[in-house]
């Protein structure tokens, strides 16, 4: 049985308004923040599937996304008009010796991000590419 802190997959997640919290207190609360940057060159709407995760290069073990900013969850859009838009992602903790990791949307034309090194802060600033 799990507590109501623990989080079990991507049926959890959240969306909310920017909160600057996520930002700072990463580390404290054990999460992976992910700041996006999407370039606009072709795609002018935007959307993040709910099974998006990362995975441990060392062990294969997934960390789900949890929480979202800036960007709605499949199958929900959000149309931009701008040359570039940012957003966070936010993700369960990856294991304690974890030293690299990969960023995946698991769907046809997902973002993805590989051999991401770890830092201690576990904030990453990130230009995915969409395959």
Request: hydrophobic fraction near 35%; include cysteine; charged fraction near 20%.
């Amino acid at each position: 049985m799990m507590d109501s802190d623990q989080v079990a997959g991507p049926e959890r997640i959240t969306e909310t308004a920017p909160c600057p919290s996520y930002l700072l207190q990463p580390k404290s609360q054990g999460q992976v923040v992910l700041r996006c940057t999407h370039i606009n060159n072709w795609l002018d709407l935007l959307c993040i599937d709910p099974g998006t995760h990362l995975i441990d290069r060392g062990s294969g073990e997934k960390s789900w996304l949890v929480h979202t900013e800036g960007i709605p969850l499949h199958p929900e859009h959000l149309q931009i008009e701008r040359d570039t838009h940012r957003f966070l992602l936010v993700f369960q903790p990856l294991p304690a010796g974890c030293e690299e990791f990969v960023f995946i949307e698991p769907c046809q034309g997902g973002y993805e991000a590989f051999n991401i090194p770890r830092n201690r802060m576990d904030v990453y600033d990130l230009v995915p590419r969409c395959p």
